[in-house]
């Protein structure tokens, strides 16, 4: 059981919008700590790709975007391509320890 | 650009410690940040095991916390982890990463910039 809560996969057509959501609780996303997220390409190791709720590191297309409200965050990605297909983790802090989500599978159809 | 690398036996028998070094490269640990260690079953999620900031100051997982060890030699840009007394269910690629604090007004946290490409231990006699 991971604390943070992500669907196991999501699936969209290229040039689609998907939304990836986290959810956490009190201790975590609710208590202040902002939420990060990754992008795992298949038999890679995982790359940052938002940190802070919605800051996009440098290199990270702007078709990523995140944002967090109350005990939950999203990602979404805009304008699907078939090159984001990978598993995505969310991330976030919790009575001392750094937390992930279970991870999500992107399937570009 | 700052870069990690993984190093360290890919098969320890049960019982037996695991250990492994990240040498990180184009940034002095000394210089700050924490380091951290993560690890991913196979076909599973990431687990964070621990943390260490450069001077030394460490922050365990509970859940390992009791087998863990994670150490740094500023000497050799490096930093360690031993995990003892292993079973099949330590098998994972095992990831090193630069942790860094994230403050920002009414708001903070860690998260890992960068990555090193991670190295796979099988736990098998």
């Known amino acids: 059981q991971s604390v943070l809560t992500q669907p196991p996969s999501v699936s969209g057509a290229p040039g689609q919008r998907v939304t990836i959501s986290c959810t956490g609780s009190?201790?975590?996303?609710?208590?202040?700590?902002?939420v990060h997220w990754y992008q795992q390409l298949p038999g890679t190791a995982p790359k940052l790709l938002i940190y802070g709720n919605s800051n996009r590191p440098s290199g990270v297309p702007d078709r990523f975007s995140g944002s967090k409200s109350g005990t939950s965050a999203s990602l979404a990605i805009t304008g699907l391509q078939a090159e984001d297909e990978a598993d995505y983790y969310c991330?976030?802090?919790?009575?001392?320890?750094?937390?992930f989500g279970g991870g999500t599978k992107l399937t570009v159809l | 650009q700052v870069q990690l690398q993984e190093s360290g036996p890919g098969l320890v028998k049960p019982s037996e410690t695991l250990s492994l070094t990240c040498t990180v490269s184009g940034y002095s640990i000394s210089s700050g940040y924490y380091w951290g260690w993560i690890r991913q079953p196979p076909g599973k999620g990431l687990e964070w095991i621990g943390s260490i900031y450069h001077s030394g100051s460490t922050y365990y997982n509970p859940s390992l916390k009791s087998r863990v060890t994670i150490s740094v030699d500023t000497s050799k840009n490096q930093f360690s982890l031993k995990l003892s007394s292993v079973t099949a269910a330590d098998t994972a690629v095992y990831y090193c990463?630069?942790?860094?604090?994230?403050?920002?007004?009414?708001?903070?946290?860690?998260?890992?910039?960068?990555w090193g490409k991670g190295t796979t231990v099988t736990v098998s006699s």
């Open positions: 009190s201790s975590n996303i609710g208590a202040g700590y902002d």
């Open positions: 991330q976030s802090y919790d009575s001392s320890l750094r937390v």
């Open positions: 990463a630069r942790d860094r604090t994230w403050i920002q007004l009414g708001s903070s946290g860690y998260y890992m910039d960068v």
